[in-house]
């Protein structure tokens, strides 16, 4: 959807009449009117729209999807080694969620943060170990589920326990099963390439 249809939907998902808009922004009913069913609104007042109506720019401009929200507890299961050893890394994942941007802290075998932008169904963005004697960091993509956000599955790349560079696949899901079944997924392709959501059972 575009400014105009994001700016309506989100009005009426709200409740908010069109002369509340209005005078929030200081115009009258009839400019919201032509704003949402004729022409978008003017790019310098986007900041103050998406303000008035308490969501990001990025969800009136269809950047990220209107009403995700990430924010909450996820669990992870990445595939790594450790002293040589091929193992699947697993842990707790905290985010929180503003607009395009979410935050994740790790309690792992050793705890991390990373940095992520939402745009469409995917999350780029960094990580890096918390401890000043920890070396990891590196970045990551994952993309989200076609179904409400509830798992992602992508790939790491960066310094790791085992050296200077390494990379694999990552997971994160709310339900640790699903998790490890979609890492079970993954584990099965034939390369690192990943081409289409899993199937899942």
Do not use: C
Not at 139 to 168: F, K, P, Q, S, Y
């Amino acid at each position: 959807m575009g400014v105009s249809a994001n700016m309506y939907a989100r009005r009426k998902a709200i409740g908010m009449a069109r002369a509340e808009l209005a005078r929030i922004l200081g115009t009258n009913e009839k400019q919201i009117q032509r704003w949402e069913t004729q022409t978008a609104p003017p790019a310098d007042l986007l900041i103050n729209i998406a303000a008035g109506l308490n969501f990001s720019v990025a969800e009136l401009i269809g950047l990220t999807p209107t009403g995700l929200d990430l924010s909450g507890h996820w669990n992870a299961v990445w595939q790594t080694s450790r002293d040589g050893v091929p193992l699947l890394n697993r842990h707790s994942l905290e985010a929180r969620h503003n607009g395009e941007f979410v935050y994740f802290d790790a309690d792992g075998d050793y705890d991390w943060r990373a940095d992520f932008r939402l745009v469409g169904s995917t999350l780029n963005g960094s990580y890096a170990a918390v401890a000043e004697h920890r070396n990891e960091r590196g970045m990551m993509h994952l993309t989200l589920n076609h179904h409400g956000g509830t798992a992602a599955i992508g790939h790491w790349a960066g310094e790791w326990a085992d050296g200077i560079g390494g990379v694999g696949f990552g997971v994160i899901a709310r339900d640790p099963e699903r998790a490890e079944r979609l890492m079970k997924k993954l584990l099965e392709l034939p390369s690192l390439m990943i081409t289409e959501w899993p199937q899942e059972d």
